[in-house]
T-cell receptor
């Protein structure tokens, strides 16, 4: 069974540019979450999608957005990049549908460097 | 707000000894508590989890305990091995939400 696939693995962007990251969850998983991982802040929740609907959003500025497609693949977009956006962006797939929680399977992440 | 505190930030143990990592959560309605292991340069991987209706769960050398009254949960690793060296993260899922709040991580070093 294929795992969670994130593309690209590495990105270098210039301040002010925008970027789109992609995530394909485990087949059958409809819940996709995104986290930002930095050495100083740890793992910070960005948003969660289920069946093309955003169910939760973290405390990030509006420059961070996402969406989910009907095949459960998800993208996140960051506009007007800032140096502080440099981080590892992790996508997590879960079989969760309703109230009952389950553990995540994480992708390998996209390492974004803003210069 | 929702918060998870994790201690210690670093932990060094001799091979064969036990290691204990502790987390405290703020939202008393949290109902699910997973633990993740992240080796250098790799993705976090789920190693064990516990739900709020259970006090303890064990899987071979790893166990997790939950004290709902005190709002804390702990990871116990017995007979540590060099391959246990990694960063360990605890997390809590506040009830009614679809997000996990992660602790800041514990870097465990097992000395051979």
């Amino acid at each position: 069974k294929a795992g969670v696939t994130q593309t690209p693995r590495y990105l270098i962007k210039t301040r002010g540019q925008q970027v789109t990251l992609s995530c394909s969850p485990i087949s059958g998983h409809r819940s996709v979450s995104w986290y930002q991982q930095t050495p100083g802040q740890g793992l910070q929740f960005l948003f969660e999608y289920f069946s093309e609907t955003q169910r939760n959003k973290g405390n990030f500025p509006g420059r961070f957005s996402g969406r989910q497609f009907s095949n459960s693949r998800s993208e996140m977009n960051v506009s007007t990049l800032e140096l502080g956006d440099s981080a590892l962006y992790l996508c997590a797939s879960s079989p969760r549908t309703g109230e009952r929680s389950y553990g995540y399977t994480f992708g390998s992440g996209t390492r974004l460097t803003v210069v | 707000g929702e918060n998870v505190e994790q201690h210690p930030s670093t932990l060094s143990v001799q091979e064969g000894d036990s290691a204990v990592i502790k987390c405290t959560y703020s939202d008393s309605a949290s109902n699910y508590f997973p633990w993740y292991k992240q080796e250098l340069g790799k993705r976090p991987q789920l190693i064990i989890d516990i739900r709020s209706n259970v006090g303890e769960k064990k899987d071979q050398r790893i166990a997790v305990t939950l004290n709902k009254t005190a709002k804390h949960f702990s990871l116990h690793i017995t007979e540590t091995q060099p391959e246990d060296s990694a960063v360990y993260f605890c997390a809590a899922n506040p009830s009614g939400t679809y997000k996990y709040i992660f602790g800041t991580g514990t870097r465990l070093k097992v000395l051979a």
